[in-house]
């Protein structure tokens, strides 16, 4: 239901589809729609790369008409985001969220062999998803104490598309009540 299509019947065993273990790989593309849920209230939205097409003179000539999906509810779609939250502001991505008040989420992943680095991140405007790795399988060459290459793509990209853009934060739950807690 969240668009991913690579998914074959050895793939329905629970633990290694969460951990990311497919047969044959998920695409950045569907990852990204996957994702889209969490910061859209339990939707997932048909990928595109533009909203509309304008001539020089502003006349729009095409516009995207993506399809919008109900995949779960909103409650735990916006816990989930929440949770997601922690990922950017105290997790393994702490420090990459888009600046200027920009509510931003995400999870990062790598592989146990280090043969592919992942993250995925929404923003209320934008989902990205961003991979690191070869093709063909090779190892990647990469050393301790370094950045994680993907979620600090992610961040440049989501800086540069949403700049100029008011800063939003994610839509609410209605159903959520939200408490502090001392941990």
Not at 104 to 115: E, F, I, Y
Not at 137 to 142: F, K, M, V, Y
Not at 154 to 163: G, P, S
Request: hydrophobic content about 35%.
């Amino acid at each position: 239901d969240v668009g991913i299509t690579s998914l074959v019947r050895q793939d329905a065993n629970i633990a290694p589809l969460a951990l990311g273990a497919t047969t044959y790989g998920i695409s950045p593309m569907q990852m990204a729609m996957a994702y889209a849920m969490f910061g859209n209230g339990g939707y997932t939205v048909t990928p595109h790369c533009y909203t509309t097409i304008e001539s020089g003179t502003g006349l729009v000539l095409v516009t995207a008409d993506p399809t919008k999906t109900r995949v779960i509810s909103a409650d735990p779609a916006f816990i989930m985001n929440r949770l997601l939250m922690e990922v950017v502001d105290n997790g393994t991505a702490a420090g990459m969220w888009v600046p200027g008040g920009m509510e931003s989420s995400g999870k990062t992943g790598t592989t146990n062999d280090k043969r592919d680095h992942w993250f995925v991140g929404l923003t209320p405007y934008y989902v990205t998803a961003s991979w690191y790795g070869y093709d063909d399988n090779l190892p990647l060459e990469t050393g301790t104490g370094q950045s994680h290459p993907p979620t600090v793509a992610w961040r440049a990209v989501m800086q540069a598309a949403q700049a100029g853009l008011p800063a939003k934060t994610f839509p609410e739950a209605k159903g959520v009540t939200q408490e502090q807690y001392c941990t």
